[in-house]
C-alpha cells in the first residue's frame, strides 16, 4: 500500500499537514480543514460534504498521519469550502480568502517586476494580513451591535463606521481623514491604506482596532469614545506612536 507523503504546509498565521498522493496530487485531511479554520471536530466530515453538495464523496486516504485512513479534500475543493463559508461569515474562512488572493496577486506583481521576496517575508506579510482582516471584521460587528443595541438611525448610523475608521488613522498618523491618507500614502480609490502600510504599521491598526472592539462589545462604550480612549491610552504607552508610521 503507497501511502500519501505529508508535508508542512506553512502559511504564515498557520501551518497544516498538507498530503501528496503517489500520483503528485495534492490533498488535505478533513481534520485539518477543521482546525484551520477553526470548525467542530465531530461534525467537521458532515459540514465539508454539505458545503460541497450532498452528491460529494470524500476520498479516504492512508498517510504517516494516522493508522487508518482519513477523509480528505483536493485542493479545488479546499478552495470551495473555503469560499462557502466566507459567504456564511465564517470570519477566518472571509479573512483566508482575502489575505490568499491578495498574496497570489503579489507574487504574481513580484515576478513581474522582478522583486524579490522571501518565503518568510511572504508568511510574516500573510500572517499580517489574516489577523488583520479578522480584527477588522470584529470591529465592524462591534460598532454594528452597538448601532442596534441604540437604536440609531439615519446619517449618523450610515457614517458611524466611517468616523471610526477616520479617528483611527488620525490617532495613529496625525492625519484627519482617511481620504487624506489614502492621497498621502498614493493608495488607488477605494483601497484601504492598511494595504500600503508596513507590516509594523499594520500591528499598530490592528492592536487599536482590537482594544476598541473590546470595549464597544465588553463596556457599551460609545465607539468614537473608545477610540479616543484607546489611542490616548497608547500615546501615554508611546510618545512617537504617531511617528511610528512611515508616511
Same mark, same amino acid.
Given at each position: 500500500m503507497n501511502k500519501a507523503k505529508v508535508a508542512e504546509i506553512d502559511y504564515g498565521f498557520a501551518k497544516v499537514q498538507g498530503l501528496m498522493l503517489p500520483s503528485g496530487e495534492y490533498r488535505i485531511g478533513v481534520s485539518q480543514i477543521a482546525e484551520f479554520l477553526q470548525l467542530d471536530k465531530t461534525i467537521a466530515t458532515r459540514e465539508v460534504k454539505a458545503l460541497l453538495g450532498k452528491d460529494c464523496q470524500l476520498d479516504k486516504v492512508y498517510s504517516e498521519l494516522n493508522p487508518k485512513p482519513v477523509n480528505t479534500v483536493d485542493l479545488k475543493q479546499f478552495a470551495e469550502i473555503c469560499l462557502k463559508l466566507a459567504i456564511k461569515w465564517n470570519k477566518t474562512a472571509e479573512a483566508f480568502c482575502l489575505a490568499a488572493i491578495?498574496?497570489?496577486?503579489?507574487?504574481? +506583481? *513580484?515576478?513581474?517586476? *522582478?522583486?524579490?521576496?522571501?518565503?518568510?517575508? $511572504?508568511? @510574516?506579510?500573510?500572517?499580517?494580513?489574516?489577523?488583520?482582516?479578522?480584527?477588522?471584521?470584529?470591529?465592524?460587528?462591534?460598532? @454594528? *451591535?452597538? &448601532?442596534?443595541?441604540?437604536? &440609531?438611525?439615519?446619517?449618523? =448610523? &450610515? +457614517? $458611524? $463606521?466611517?468616523?471610526?475608521?477616520?479617528?483611527?488613522?488620525?490617532?495613529?498618523t496625525g492625519?484627519?481623514?482617511?481620504?487624506?491618507?489614502?492621497?498621502?500614502?498614493?493608495? /488607488?480609490?477605494? #483601497?484601504?491604506?492598511?494595504?500600503y502600510v508596513?507590516?509594523?504599521?499594520?500591528?499598530?491598526?490592528?492592536?487599536?482596532?482590537?482594544?476598541? #472592539?473590546?470595549? &464597544? *462589545?465588553?463596556?457599551?462604550?460609545? /465607539?468614537?469614545? =473608545?477610540?479616543?480612549?484607546?489611542?490616548?491610552?497608547?500615546?501615554?504607552?508611546?510618545?512617537?506612536l504617531s511617528r511610528k508610521f512611515k508616511l
Open positions: 491578495e498574496e497570489t496577486h503579489e507574487r504574481r +506583481f *513580484d515576478k513581474a517586476f *522582478d522583486k524579490k521576496q522571501s518565503e518568510e517575508e $511572504y508568511n @510574516a506579510r500573510m500572517k499580517a494580513r489574516m489577523e488583520g482582516k479578522i480584527t477588522r471584521r470584529h470591529l465592524t460587528d462591534a460598532v @454594528a *451591535d452597538y &448601532i442596534k443595541r441604540h437604536n &440609531i438611525t439615519g446619517n449618523k =448610523a &450610515i +457614517f $458611524y $463606521y466611517k468616523q471610526v475608521t477616520d479617528k483611527i488613522y488620525e490617532g495613529l492625519i484627519k481623514t482617511t481620504k487624506k491618507l489614502r492621497e498621502k500614502l498614493d493608495v /488607488p480609490e477605494k #483601497q484601504t491604506p492598511r494595504d508596513s507590516d509594523n504599521d499594520l500591528l499598530h491598526i490592528q492592536e487599536v482596532e482590537d482594544t476598541v #472592539q473590546r470595549y &464597544i *462589545d465588553n463596556q457599551d462604550q460609545e /465607539p468614537l469614545e =473608545a477610540v479616543d480612549q484607546v489611542i490616548r491610552a497608547l500615546l501615554l504607552k508611546d510618545s512617537g
